[in-house]
């Protein structure tokens, strides 16, 4: 009997354990697919000045946006075309182009607030690119 | 000095202050000895002098009451910079600044902003041109002073010694050892590379992309920096205000 119900015991806790595992698994992380939500590495445009960070999964996973929310119409499908564009600057975002389309202050945070949260600086590029790292490397001072 | 190296150090505590009598006592012989020494010599002001500076408008000294003219200022609007470093750039070509070296720096902190969430925050840092400069106080040469029209901290190459006790003295790290000159170089505000030749702005204040760096008078109430900081609405603060070294580059969100 007291054996009996040690078991059922061992039995329910190994029960949670599994349907805790199975339930909290995929709410923790749910597996980044590049084919539906876009490159995982950061587009990091470092034109016309260095630099500014864009991640495809804070839009797409996270905002809910899908691909032709902005392409081919805002941005062009190969990662660094819109820096090459001579209107690739704050005032065009200000008028509704780029990124400037959905961050207008509605849709999301206005183009002329909270500049640092894309614009990682020199500091923030050296990092993304490892550049840090071998510059450190190297010095010998 | 590196502040890295400071904030290593072990932090002394409060238990082993002073008594109120011995602070006193100590007061007194640090009066009697500023006496003597005309009060030249660093850490002799006494802390009510020192915060004697934060009146009523803040750090900003009330109009009027700016020692030098034209009393030149730096005003950093913070929260639009955004580490392009086009500044530095700007700065070490203007000023011939080597590899190692640097007149200004952008720092970096990252502010909580709770619910996990967190923002950074680039700072540009340069010399002070403070009113009451530690760096000057402590040079035993006079190679390094004020000048005395319009305040700038200026070097005399010739003179300096290279004992970087003004390094040491400097509450901001603005200054280097150029091993070129073989003297510690700073920030001027461009006087010998710009303003001298009629530009109204310092390098880095004419490269800013983002109109961070406002440069200008404060004897002038007509200029853009003047008028920055003398908006009642605006919170206007300096770095280290409790140095008592009365800087003149002041900071604000705009």
């Not at chain 1, 607030?113 to 001072?141: E, I, M, P, Q, W």
């Not at chain 2, 006193?24 to 002001?45: H, K, N, W, Y």
Request: hydrophobic share 35%; glycine share 10%.
């Amino acid at each position: 009997m007291n054996r009996g119900k040690k078991s059922v015991i061992v039995l329910c806790g190994l029960l949670l354990l599994a349907g805790g595992v199975a339930f909290a698994g995929p709410q923790k992380e749910e597996a980044y697919d590049e084919s539906t939500y876009g490159p995982a590495n950061p587009i990091i445009w470092t034109k016309p000045l260095k630099a500014v960070v864009f991640y495809h999964k804070t839009h797409t996973m996270g905002a809910g946006l899908s691909c032709d929310s902005c392409h081919d119409a805002l941005f062009e499908m190969a990662a660094g075309t819109a820096q090459e564009k001579p209107d690739f600057t704050m005032d065009s975002l200000y008028k509704g182009k780029y990124c400037g389309a959905c961050h207008d202050g509605n849709m999301a945070f206005a183009s002329n607030t909270r500049c640092t949260t894309c614009h990682v600086g020199v500091k923030g590029y050296n990092r993304l690119t490892g550049a840090d790292a071998k510059k450190s490397g190297k010095a010998g001072h | 000095m590196k502040i890295s190296e400071l904030e290593k150090l072990n932090n002394e505590g409060a238990e082993h202050l002073p008594s109120e009598e011995r602070r006193r006592f100590l007061q007194f012989g640090l009066a009697v000895t500023g006496v003597f020494l005309g009060g030249s010599v660093l850490s002799l002001t006494s802390a009510r002098t020192a915060q004697g500076q934060v009146g009523p408008m803040g750090p900003v000294p009330p109009a009027g009451k700016f020692p030098y003219k034209p009393h030149y200022t730096m005003v950093m609007r913070q929260n639009r910079c955004i580490d392009c470093e086009r500044c530095m750039e700007a700065c070490v070509k203007t000023n011939q600044v080597p590899s190692y070296g640097y007149r200004t720096k952008i720092l970096e902190q990252v502010r909580p902003l709770g619910q996990g969430e967190s923002e950074r925050v680039f700072m540009p840092v340069l010399c002070n041109q403070c009113n009451r400069p530690p760096c000057v106080r402590v040079c035993p040469t006079t190679a390094t002073y004020k000048d005395k029209t319009n305040g700038i901290v200026m070097m005399d190459y010739k003179r300096c010694i290279g004992c970087k006790t003004c390094m040491a003295a400097c509450p901001y790290n603005a200054r280097y050892f150029k091993e070129e000159n073989r003297a510690v170089d700073k920030c001027n505000f461009c006087i010998d590379t710009r303003l001298a030749k009629g530009e109204t702005k310092t390098a880095c204040a004419a490269a800013c992309p983002a109109g961070v760096r406002i440069f200008g008078d404060l004897t002038d109430p007509g200029s853009e920096a003047y008028r920055l900081i003398h908006r009642p609405e605006k919170i206007v603060w300096v770095l280290r205000p409790e140095t008592g070294a009365m800087p003149n580059v002041f900071y604000m969100n705009d």
